[in-house]
């Protein structure tokens, strides 16, 4: 009889470590146009002065360093949004310049915890968490494959969320797949 007490008492918190630490479901990240940050590099071409041509990444200042336009804030801004930025500055050097922007490469996404290959990988559109585990290689034995977290950065403040498998995956996102309990 004295045993009964023990199993209930690892039952219960054997129980306790399947709801992830009371995360809250992720929110749905806002609608909208992609936004740049740290890590993201863009094409620029410009059709009347081919030195400022180039491929750029947005550095941790969240600048780009675009050669006679000096730092160009970058981070928070959609392509449009650069485009006019780049248009001004280039409207002090030409008459009437023609530029044209491209995101080359997203910011990276990182995957964690229970994975082949945890680390850091380059971020496709349309990524979901389960094509994410996938790019790290699959779930190990020891994996919880219905339920991850989500740490995402959305203005500037970082959340942790809970998320399925077809939730949609972020540049930058870092999904930690956590450990089943047996």
Not at 16 to 39: H, I, M, N, T, V
Not at 63 to 87: F, N
Not at 142 to 150: G, L, Q, V
């Amino acid at each position: 009889m004295r045993l009964l007490p023990v199993l209930l008492l690892a039952l219960s918190l054997s129980l306790a470590g399947c709801r992830s630490g009371g995360l809250d479901p992720l929110p749905e990240a806002p609608p909208g146009d992609y936004r740049l940050d740290s890590g993201d590099a863009i094409r620029l071409i410009v059709l009347e002065d081919p030195q400022i041509n180039g491929d750029y990444v947005v550095s941790d200042r969240g600048e780009l360093a675009i050669p006679r336009l000096g730092a160009v804030p970058a981070r928070g801004l959609t392509l449009t949004g650069l485009k006019t930025e780049l248009d001004g500055r280039l409207r002090r050097l030409l008459t009437d310049p023609s530029a044209s922007l491209e995101i080359k490469t997203f910011r990276p996404f990182f995957v964690l915890g229970q994975v082949a290959r945890p680390g850091q990988y380059p971020y496709q559109p349309g990524m979901t968490v389960l094509t994410a585990v996938a790019v790290a290689g699959g779930f190990t034995v020891r994996a919880r494959t219905d339920e991850m977290s989500i740490v995402r950065t959305l203005d500037d403040k970082p959340m942790e969320g809970l998320a399925g498998r077809s939730t949609r995956v972020l540049p930058g996102d870092v999904v930690y797949v956590f450990d089943r309990v047996f």
